[in-house]
């Protein structure tokens, strides 16, 4: 009686897989949009996007995928830092730079079917400004919206941090002209909005979606359903779908684009979280490109015959001297030897990847306000050594408090610790006493080097959008714990530049300030790395970015 | 049995509730925290207090164990702080792809690792047995990603038989019901789907497979090995029985108890999620999810998960005290 026992266990299993095949309804539906007979692309990000409302994300991957659906008022050259336009044609500031007026391009339709115009454009600026208080107001919400206006309509209770805002409000003067008034000018508009952060959203989809319920509550936030599903804009791309199972976002061209029709028919960004996977998968043909491949690789990602694009840097890797730390480091001439006694040149050709300079200044070559003729500082170990004794400190006397990363790479900063190793080996070679601080990267380290504990320390910073002002304003223009000084002068200067309506005055504005940083020398500006993006052979026609606004409708998939 | 079953479960009730002051009280001690992970270099320390006050990671320790609780009562774990979905729907795109990995790989690693030892008992000192024997110490001692990565490039590079990644191919536009992909393809008989999914799995399921199957191997040579030399078989051979009857109904059954443990143990194991594997297969299963929880300290993910995990193992041992009563009818479930 055993053995029939089984077998009939296998026939009722088979019994009941048939009953259960077709117990649901297949999801994929009959409309094509003819992107199928068309060529798809498949890009390998690092990650999973977190929304698909840019307006709530700062990271680079979400962005990627919003570049590709929204479009923004200004826009980067393909492939350059120079600003162009977007939806607005033309654009100027009156003589005080507070009153901006855009002229909208015409026949411009939102994926939905919504007539793009200057009500359209006001109503995106009045909901970043009307953004309620609580959790649509936290720093990583709505990042970009705080660091051009500083402020809301009504700003969260206990935030030290917000202040009256930058934008006082937009009309729409004509169908297609909108003005946008200013409390003050700022060296952030319009460039800064070449960001996605502020890309024009259908108004119609914003309101029918609730786009702005971020959160049923403090504690358990939510997204609304415009973010999880209907984000719409005036892109090249429309949205199709987002499978959270696998990771994988899915785009289909716009037919009703108002320029150049996209050359592909669909464009899927599928999330490959370890960099040895994704490479793995363009070499076996699975991708069709990824971003930001480690710099070890490129020589056996050309030899495989893969298309390396290597971008303009765009970021910088500095040492931060917290000069009310130490009363050695209120000396000039301190500060000097240190940038002296540090071989910038011999770590970038050990460390970074090829392409990598060294920096003169706080700022990348590629922007304007870039000044050739700034305070340099050669290796020189033996002035070093001068420099030190002048103020009065001899072989071994200085002990200095030197914190450093872990458990971190970034585009500027490969690798942390043999970048700590050898400036240590410098500053030791000099006669100074480096005392090592390593702690991990977040929440520790950056909470106690921007909170002034370091005596140095090193850090970086990525270009959010063209402007010189991105990097020495961040840093420079107010007093900040991390850097420990109260330069007047440089805070002076860099608010003028900020208020400077005229982009060429202002660029030589930055030239001069850029002198004057490298004279007070508030710490050393180290490296300039390039990143690259990487493509299979058979993938033509996206231009690399600087700012990793890479665009897709104009791909060639070939063969 | 029936009350076997009610009592073994009602036992796990009072270990959850232990275990869960234990952990919550554990992993808020635990040094950084999700302020400022999101923000990186961009973060301010207003940015980073704000954040902490957000999660409500300020108030005192009962305070937010309270709330927790209140929320585990009504199944509700939280919300995680790295993607804002909660964690409960998080768990179901994730836990059945680490499922179908574990089944897959432990199909494996049982359905040739049984057959193959006791071959290799039965032949002992055969060609078949040493090979087992050497041969699992390598499966033992290779490290799991390297395995991973080397059946990669030569499946999937060299030979291009097998897919590199994922646990879908991209585009494939599969309808899901149950996350289970290969079972949502037969439930709506989305063919191709089914397939795509399957194949997916192969690869990373022979890596993961790998030490199981040495482990099972092993296990149930030696096992057999030693019911081969019982009375009880010997006897069974003078009495004329077949050989089949023998093997089935003597020699297996005995042998296979300790190794039905082991199977128990290996299955909790293979469900916590094979990290290095669904790292290098960028398969999205539960495994990377937890381990990145616990890199961005994450803890509404961190608690559910070991939560979870407890009541894995739990139930596995009592589906492992069950099937020994299956097996041997001596084993009485008291």
């Known amino acids: 009686m055993r053995r029939p026992r089984w077998k009939a266990g296998i026939a009722a299993a088979a019994a009941a897989a048939l009953a259960l095949s077709g117990c649901a309804e297949s999801g994929r539906g009959g409309d094509n949009d003819g992107a199928d007979n068309d060529a798809t692309l498949i890009f390998g990000t690092e990650g999973e996007i977190k929304t698909l409302d840019p307006t709530f994300s700062s990271d680079s991957i979400t962005s990627r995928v919003a570049n590709q659906i929204f479009e923004t008022l200004v826009r980067l050259k393909p492939g350059g830092v120079e600003i162009v336009s977007g939806l607005a044609e033309s654009w100027e500031p009156d003589e005080s730079g507070t009153v901006w007026t855009f002229h909208l391009r015409d026949n411009v339709t939102f994926h939905d079917g919504t007539e793009f115009n200057a009500e359209a454009v006001c109503f995106n600026f009045d909901r970043w400004h009307n953004l309620p208080p609580g959790l649509a107001q936290d720093p990583d919400m709505s990042y970009y919206w705080q660091a051009l206006s500083g402020g809301f309509a009504e700003n969260t209770p206990d935030r030290d941090d917000l202040g009256d805002p930058l934008y006082v409000g937009c009309e729409a003067t004509d169908e297609l002209t909108a003005v946008i008034t200013l409390s003050r000018p700022s060296s952030k508009f319009p460039g800064l909005l070449v960001r996605q952060q502020f890309a024009i959203h259908s108004p119609t989809a914003l309101e029918k979606y609730d786009a702005d319920n971020v959160g049923g509550t403090a504690d358990a936030p939510q997204w609304p359903p415009y973010s999880l599903e209907h984000p719409t804009g005036t892109g090249p791309f429309k949205f199709e779908s987002w499978d959270r199972a696998n990771q994988e976002v899915t785009l289909v061209r716009n037919d009703d684009y108002w320029g150049g029709k996209a050359t592909i028919g669909r464009l899927i960004f599928r999330a490959i979280p370890d960099e040895g996977a994704r490479r793995q998968a363009l070499l076996a043909g699975d991708i069709h490109g990824y971003d930001q491949p480690s710099p070890s690789d490129w020589a056996a990602l050309q030899d495989a015959g893969m298309r390396l694009e290597i971008r303009d840097p765009m970021n910088l890797l500095y040492i931060a001297f917290t000069i009310d730390s130490h009363p050695a480091l209120e000396k000039l001439e301190v500060r000097q030897a240190i940038a002296h006694a540090l071989n910038r040149q011999a770590m970038v050709d050990a460390v970074m990847a090829e392409g990598a300079e060294v920096a003169s200044q706080f700022g990348p070559p590629i922007l304007p306000g870039w000044n050739a003729d700034v305070p340099q500082y050669e290796y020189d170990p033996d002035k070093a050594r001068d420099l030190l004794a002048q103020a009065g400190y001899d072989e071994g006397e200085l002990e200095l408090d030197f914190y450093w990363p872990t458990n971190v790479t970034r585009p500027y900063m490969p690798d942390p610790q043999s970048i700590f190793e050898l400036f240590q080996r410098d500053l030791e070679e000099v006669g100074i006493v480096v005392n090592p601080v390593a702690e991990p990267w977040s929440p520790e380290y950056l909470a106690d080097v921007q909170s002034g504990k370091a005596d140095l320390h090193f850090l970086g910073w990525t270009a959010d959008y063209p402007d010189m002002y991105n990097f020495i304003g961040t840093w420079f223009a107010r007093p900040l714990p991390q850097w420990g000084f109260n330069n007047q002068a440089i805070f002076d200067a860099l608010a003028e530049a900020d208020a400077e309506p005229d982009a060429d005055t202002r660029y030589a504005m930055y030239e001069q300030i850029n002198a004057q940083i490298m004279e007070f020398l508030p710490g050393v500006p180290i490296s300039h790395t390039p990143v690259a993006i990487v493509f299979a052979p058979n993938v033509t026609g996206v231009p690399p970015s600087p700012l990793l606004d890479e665009r897709f409708e104009t791909a060639q998939i070939t063969g | ?334």
Request: aromatic share 10%; with cysteine.
């Open chain 2, 1 to 334: 049995m029936t009350r076997f079953i009610i009592r073994r479960l009602l036992q796990v009730i009072p270990t959850l509730a232990a275990l869960s002051v234990l952990l919550f009280i554990w992993l808020r001690r635990l040094p950084g925290g999700p302020d400022a992970a999101l923000l990186g270099e961009r973060a301010t320390p207003e940015a980073r207090a704000a954040i902490r006050e957000r999660l409500g990671l300020d108030e005192p320790i009962l305070v937010q164990y309270g709330r927790y609780m209140k929320d585990l009562l009504r199944l509700d774990f939280g919300v995680s702080t790295q993607t804002q979905q909660p964690v409960i729907d998080e768990f179901l795109i994730r836990f059945p792809g680490t499922v179908e990995l574990a089944f897959t790989a432990l199909a494996i690693a049982v359905g040739v690792g049984i057959p193959v030892g006791y071959l290799a008992a039965r032949r002992r000192g055969g060609w078949l047995d040493n090979l087992v024997v050497s041969g699992s110490m390598v499966g033992i001692c290779t490290p799991v990603f390297f395995l991973a990565f080397v059946l990669k490039w030569v499946f999937g590079e060299q030979l291009g038989w097998l897919p590199t990644f994922g646990r879908q191919s991209p585009g494939i536009n599969a309808t899901h019901v149950t996350n289970f992909f290969v079972l949502d393809g037969l439930l709506t008989r989305e063919w191709d789907a089914a397939w795509d999914a399957f194949l997916h799995l192969l690869l990373p399921a022979i890596a993961v497979a790998s030490i199981p199957f040495a482990v099972i191997v092993r296990m149930t040579r030696a096992s057999v090995l030693e019911v081969l030399n019982e009375d009880y078989v010997r006897t069974a051979e003078a009495k004329g029985l077949t050989d089949r009857t023998i093997r089935g109904r003597h020699v297996l059954r005995n042998a296979l108890l300790p190794v039905v443990t082991a199977i128990g143990v290996l299955a909790g194991a293979l469900l916590s999620g094979a990290v290095l594997t669904e790292t290098v297969f960028a398969f999205n299963g539960i495994g990377r999810f937890v381990y990145l929880a616990i890199q961005n300290a994450d803890y509404p993910v961190l608690m559910a998960f070991i939560m979870f995990i407890a009541l894995t193992f739990v139930t596995i041992n009592l589906l492992v005290d069950i099937s020994y009563s299956i097996i041997d009818p001596r084993v009485r479930v008291h």
